[in-house]
C-alpha cells in the first residue's frame, strides 16, 4: 500500500522481499521495478540493489556500464557498499576504463566505514602495489580488520603474511591461527595452507595424517593445489593411515569444520 502511494522505502522492502521471495513469490524482474522506482527518488539503498541487479543480470539485462551508474549515485551519498562495488569495477574495467587508482581511492572510502569487503581489496591492492606504493605494514593493517569481522579471505591473506614475515613479524603460530579460522569457514585456500603448516611442521606439530585431512577438504572444495598436496602427504602414510585421514575428512566435513 505504501509503495502504490510513492513511498520510497517501502518500494525498496518490498522490491527486497520480492528479491528474497519473501511473503511473496520470488521474482527479480519485479524486484528490479520496484528498486527503480525507489532508486528514482534517490535511495541509495535502492540504486546500490538495483546496481548489484544490473551487473548480476538478475531482473534485468546485465550491464556493467548500467550497474556502474547506479553504484555512482550511491557512492556520492556515501553508501560504503556502492563504494566497495565501484571500486571492483574500477579494478576490474567492468561498465568503466580500469582504474586501479581510482579503485584505491573507492575502496577507502568504504574501508574508513568499516566495510570488510573494501578492507580486504584495499589490503591486497597495498600488498600488490596496485593503485597505491606497496606497503606490506597497511597491507596486513587492513587485512586484520577485515579479519576481526570474520572475513575468510582476510584471514588467510593475515595468515601469508605472518607465514612469510611481510608486514608484520615472521610467526608460523599467528599464521595457523589465521589459516585455522578461514577454514572452519570453509575457505579452499585456508585449508589448503593449514595442511601445508601441518605438512611442513610450521606453527604446529608435523603431521601428515592431519596435512591429508586439510588437503582433501579443500581439494573437494576444488582447490588444484591440494590434490598435489594430497598426493605428497600420501607418499609417507601407509593405507591405513590415508584411510584415517578420509574418515577425519568425512567427520570435519559433518562438523562444519569446525573443531578439526
Not at 580486504?120 to 597491507?139: F, H, I, K, P, R
Request: glycine share 12%; proline share 2%.
Amino acid at each position: 500500500l505504501a509503495a502504490e502511494q510513492g513511498h520510497a522505502p517501502a518500494q525498496f522492502n518490498l522490491g527486497a522481499m520480492y528479491a528474497e521471495g519473501q511473503g511473496v513469490a520470488q521474482d527479480y524482474g519485479e524486484a528490479a521495478r520496484l528498486y527503480r522506482l525507489a532508486a528514482e527518488q534517490g535511495l541509495a539503498d535502492a540504486q546500490y540493489n538495483l546496481g548489484v541487479m544490473y551487473e548480476n543480470g538478475q531482473g534485468v539485462a546485465q550491464d556493467y556500464g548500467e550497474a556502474a551508474r547506479l553504484y555512482r549515485l550511491a557512492t556520492e551519498q556515501g553508501f560504503a557498499p556502492a563504494q566497495s562495488n565501484l571500486g571492483v569495477m574500477y579494478k576490474n574495467g567492468d561498465g568503466v576504463a580500469q582504474n586501479y587508482s581510482e579503485a584505491a581511492r573507492l575502496y577507502r572510502l568504504a574501508a574508513e566505514q568499516g566495510d570488510a569487503e573494501a578492507q580486504t581489496n584495499l589490503g591486497l591492492m597495498y600488498y600488490q602495489g596496485q593503485g597505491v606504493a606497496q606497503d606490506y605494514s597497511e597491507a596486513a593493517r587492513l587485512y586484520r580488520l577485515a579479519a576481526e569481522q570474520g572475513v575468510a579471505e582476510a584471514q588467510t591473506n593475515l595468515g601469508v603474511m605472518y607465514d612469510y614475515g611481510q608486514g608484520v613479524a615472521q610467526d608460523y603460530g599467528e599464521a595457523v591461527r589465521f589459516y585455522r579460522l578461514a577454514a572452519e569457514q570453509g575457505y579452499a585456500p585456508a585449508q589448503f595452507n593449514l595442511g601445508a603448516m601441518y605438512y611442513n611442521g610450521q606453527g604446529v606439530a608435523q603431521d601428515m595424517v592431519r596435512a591429508y585431512m586439510w588437503f582433501d577438504l579443500a581439494a573437494a572444495l576444488g582447490n588444484d593445489n591440494a590434490k598435489q598436496g594430497r598426493d605428497m602427504a600420501a607418499r609417507s602414510l601407509s593405507p591405513e593411515q590415508i584411510a584415517e585421514a578420509k574418515q577425519m575428512a568425512t567427520q570435519c566435513q559433518a562438523r562444519d569444520y569446525k573443531g578439526c
